[in-house]
């Protein structure tokens, strides 16, 4: 059974790089730049403080990169975060950053709709402001993703996309560290040069 499985899997990305192969392709050289939002719903576990949180968050990003070969990106991203709760009379807001390299392989399905596949890191900053104490948190945390991008005279794409983020990030000051599991469903526009 899991022979056929492994089978399945193996089909699909070869009829992937057979259809690849038969469309336009984005070529070496090409420079995309872009903003993107992006939703996420999050649930993060903070040890040292026996808490469990579910949030939400809206996020505002820029990424761009450099094709190294026909439909391989490498470049950079930057994200910010910014969020408040508030319940009954407590609040609590949080800011931060993510910056980091990515690599995104598009796999042409037809003339101008891709399929990004997507992988990176980054370094997340994270402060947490509440009625009573701030913390600021810090650490590396990985993403993986996928989604749809339609190209527009191949030079402006929209671009939809989603994954999954993970990683821990800790506090120097409390030694409490954030178990970070994140999906994000994201929107973007792409500028070809």
């Known amino acids: 059974m899991k022979s056929n499985h492994t089978f399945k899997i193996l089909l699909f990305f070869g009829l992937l790089f057979f259809l690849g192969a038969s469309y ?13 939002i992006s939703y996420s719903n999050s649930k993060l576990k903070i040890d040292g403080i026996s808490a469990k949180f579910k949030q939400s968050n ?5 990424t761009g990169g450099y ?6 990106e490498i470049g950079v991203s930057l994200g910010l975060l910014s969020n408040k709760s508030k319940v009954e009379s407590y609040e609590e807001k949080q800011s931060g950053f993510t910056f ?12 101008n709709l891709y399929l990004p596949i997507l992988g990176g890191f980054g370094y997340n900053s994270l402060t947490i402001d509440t009625d009573y104490d701030e913390l600021t948190f810090g650490g590396i945390s990985f993403g993986v993703g996928t989604g ?4 527009i005279d191949h ?12 990683g821990t ?25």
């Open 24 to 36: 336009a392709q984005i070529s070496q050289g090409s420079i995309r730049f872009g903003p993107d």
């Open 169 to 193: 990030l800790k506090d120097n000051d409390s030694e409490a560290e954030i178990d970070v599991n994140a999906f994000q469903f994201g929107v973007g526009v792409s500028f070809y040069f």
């Open 155 to 166: 030079k402006i794409g929209a671009r939809m996309s989603l994954g999954s983020d993970f």
């Open 67 to 72: 094709y190294v070969i026909d439909n391989l």
């Open 148 to 151: 749809l991008e339609y190209l």
């Open 58 to 62: 809206l996020n505002a990003g820029i």
């Open 100 to 111: 980091g390299p990515h690599v995104a392989y598009m796999v042409p399905i037809s003339d």
